[in-house]
């Protein structure tokens, strides 16, 4: 399994020759082209996340995975989809997936109701890895750290919108996880951290902080 980052929140990640991609906002990284891209995942509406989510489903025709109302609004806009809701797992040909809370809110470009917000739980190759999407602390974390333990966990951390790195801290203490993926910092100027002392601070707990640079790997 090869996890990509690709800047704010986006990831690819590449599993046997099928890569994914979630919330593929992807301004961030202008020299990566998406190929060979099986599903699409995106945790909410807003546009930082959404990002070209239903472009690369038209071309690619990779379908996006979305709460319900947002699975509509990317439908109705030409993208191929599978609605869910949250807390059950779907197989996929390359592993599964869960929804999980997030405490955000939605919306599409336009303005509607987007559905609730939501975190992913992927199981691939054996490994659970949890992106959280945009969120806040909440002791939604301890329950899926009791069930799932996730390998690698990718946190917001970068403030105002969701998290700040005292409380991803204490997320990565609920999930249990031993590698923690920081996300959604460092984009603008409102979300501006010190990623020093993030590492430092995960270290302390006694875990591996992994910042990824925009467009390199975690193999
Ligand atoms: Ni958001
Ligand atoms: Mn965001």
């Keep these: 399994m090869n996890i990509k980052y690709l800047g704010h929140s986006a990831f690819e990640i ?10 593929p906002f992807l301004v961030c990284a202008p020299k990566y082209k998406p190929e060979n891209i099986y599903d699409i995942f995106v945790t909410h509406g807003h546009s ?7 472009e690369i489903s038209k071309i690619l025709g990779a379908p996006i995975t979305a709460v319900f109302e947002l699975a509509k609004y990317c439908a109705q806009h030409g993208a191929k989809t599978n609605d869910m809701g949250l807390g059950s797992w779907k197989d996929y040909s390359w592993g599964r997936v869960m929804l999980v ?6 919306s599409t470009p336009d303005g ?9 739980i992927f199981e691939i190759e054996g490994q659970i890895l949890y992106h959280a999407g945009d969120t806040c602390l ?5 329950m899926i750290g009791d069930l799932y333990q996730p390998d690698i966990a990718m946190l917001p951390i970068g403030g105002k919108y969701t998290m700040d790195i005292e409380h991803a801290v204490k997320a990565a203490e609920w999930l249990g996880s031993s590698a923690i ?14 990623i020093e002392s993030f590492e430092r601070q995960i270290r302390e707990i006694g875990k591996i902080p992994m910042v990824l640079a925009i467009e390199s790997s975690l193999t």
């Design 48 to 54: 930082d996340h959404l990002g070209s989510a239903i």
């Design 14 to 23: 590449e599993t046997k020759g099928k890569k994914i991609l979630i919330d």
């Design 112 to 120: 509607q109701y987007a559905g609730s917000p939501c975190g992913f």
């Design 181 to 194: 993926i920081p996300m959604h910092y460092n984009t603008f100027d409102a979300i501006q951290v010190d």
């Design 101 to 106: 809370p997030a405490f955000h809110s939605s």
């Design 138 to 142: 909440n002791t939604e974390m301890k």
